[in-house]
């Protein structure tokens, strides 16, 4: 079984912001930002998945990040019939998975903040070599399943495969360059596919921290993705 919890902070305003959590990621991390975001406008709707959004079971994984997909469509649709027009998709990590497939699929999206994501979903897991994130490698290589096997079963998760529809967004992309769970090198490939689709990108690049402490620090330095968003140019 899988489940996702959502949370609206800011349900008198009318600026809709979709806030993904990581993986695993929790609601609370996303408080803070949600009620900075409150103060300028914004109804942030955040969403945090069991832990099973991203496991060893291929099917699985895609059938459960497209649910929340699917969800949030739902609700950007819900809205417009509601007459609301302003919308934003903010993801973090496992978060930016989910951000791009809606940003693609959804032409009412017009911003999109990705902190910390990478061109291939299958590539970055073929890296996780210790901790908790390597039970997933394992459990795939445990079935037999080879690196070029997991690439066409998960194309459709894939930030790359999920751009072509970006020319008119408005994006914001968080890099690192010491990120410990997604390969700087990977998120450079999703880099150069974006700036071929669309001249509208922002990069902010962390030269410094792991994985963890960039987006922590993305999420706590609220001033710039406050700015992007205001901003319409």
């Not at 072509?164 to 998120?187: A, E, G, H």
């Not at 596919?193 to 669309?198: E, V, Y």
């Not at 792991?210 to 609220?222: D, E, G, M």
Request: proline letters at 2%.
């Amino acid at each position: 079984m899988f489940f996702f919890r959502k949370k609206i902070v800011g349900p008198q305003n009318k600026k809709i912001i979709f806030l993904l959590c990581g993986w695993p990621g929790k609601i609370w991390h996303y408080l803070l930002t949600a009620k900075l975001l409150e103060f300028h406008g914004y109804q942030s709707i955040i969403y945090e998945f069991d832990n099973n959004i991203l496991s060893s079971s291929i099917t699985g994984t895609v059938n459960n990040t497209v649910s929340v997909k699917n969800d949030i469509i739902k609700e950007v649709n819900r809205f417009k019939h509601l007459g609301y027009t302003d919308f934003a998709v903010f993801g973090t990590s496992y978060g930016t998975i989910i951000a791009f497939m809606v940003a693609n699929n959804e032409p009412n999206i017009s911003r999109l903040i990705v902190n910390l994501s990478g061109a291939d979903l299958a590539e970055t897991v073929w890296t996780w070599n210790k901790g908790k994130e390597s039970l997933v490698k394992n459990g795939i290589i445990h079935q037999g399943i080879s690196l070029n096997k997991l690439k066409e079963k998960w194309s459709f998760l894939s930030p790359l495969n999920n751009i072509k529809n970006m020319r008119d967004r408005k994006i914001l992309f968080y890099l690192s360059q010491k990120d410990n769970v997604i390969p700087y090198k990977l998120q450079i490939r999703l880099l150069n596919g974006l700036n071929k689709i669309s001249n509208n990108v922002h990069v902010s690049v962390n030269h410094y921290s792991n994985h963890l402490f960039s987006a922590l620090f993305n999420l706590v330095l609220f001033d710039k993705y406050v700015k992007f968003l205001e901003k319409r140019s």
